[in-house]
């Protein structure tokens, strides 16, 4: 267990974020990577408050998320090309 946490603690210090993420975004990151768990967001005295209460995430409408009202920033093309179709099963 001690060598799997030197690991992680070890990865961690060595994530380097692009050059365009804003110092804001770097540092909710680091706080959501953060191994120690007595560090990490999400499980302070505040819980999830620590994380919706970020500069980051300052301008989120959190009531509009939670009632569905608007959506994600960025939405995937649909795409079935990872899937293979089959025929219909026959019948017995």
């Known amino acids: 267990l001690f060598t799997y946490n030197n690991l992680c603690l070890s990865s961690l210090l060595q994530v380097r974020f692009p050059s365009h993420?804003?110092?804001?975004?770097k540092d909710l990151l680091r706080n959501l990577l953060q191994v120690d768990l007595t560090k990490h967001f999400g499980n302070?005295?505040?819980g999830v408050n620590d994380i919706k209460n970020h500069k980051w995430l300052a301008t989120t409408d959190w009531i509009a998320i939670y009632q569905r009202k608007i959506g994600g920033r960025w939405r995937a093309e649909e795409s079935l090309?990872?899937?293979?179709?089959?025929?219909?099963?026959?019948?017995?």
């Open 81 to 92: 090309g990872n899937f293979h179709m089959r025929a219909p099963p026959l019948p017995l």
């Open 44 to 46: 302070l005295k505040n």
């Open 21 to 25: 993420f804003s110092s804001d975004l």
